[in-house]
């Protein structure tokens, strides 16, 4: 079993910046791949980035390329999302995600444990 825990949504302006924060609890964190998806109403929960257990191997959507950077702590058993130069359209409750085995995937079905979710809302 694995608990995951997100903060750091809130409200941010257009061009602005959010760190999220998954702290993560119940099993070996530093052999476990790590995703983040983001969600919005009506809508499929989508791939924003994801990093292998050791953090050498990072993926990200085109849509986030170049705004958004994943990284891990794996003495503190977290894993983080900084969103700089955020847009309307990143507006979204964001999850993270543990997969246990394997590597780090787009795949959201991969992943086997979730978090409840952070809100971001962005301001233009």
């Known amino acids: 079993q694995v608990q995951l825990v997100e903060s750091g949504g809130g409200l941010a302006q257009a061009g602005g910046s959010l760190r999220l924060s998954c702290a993560a609890s119940g099993r070996t964190f530093s052999r476990i791949a790590m995703g983040w998806f983001r969600q919005v109403p009506g809508k499929e929960r989508e791939f924003v980035a994801a990093?292998?257990?050791?953090?050498?191997?990072?993926n990200y959507a085109d849509s986030v390329k170049g705004r958004f950077t994943i990284s891990r702590d794996n003495a503190k058993n977290t894993v983080y999302l900084q969103m700089n130069s955020l847009k309307s359209e990143d507006a979204a409750v964001y999850y993270c995600a543990a997969r246990l085995w394997g590597i780090a995937t787009t795949w959201s079905s991969d992943y086997e444990y979730w978090g409840q979710g952070t809100q971001v809302t962005v301001s233009s």
């Open positions: 990093i292998s257990w050791s953090g050498a191997s990072t």
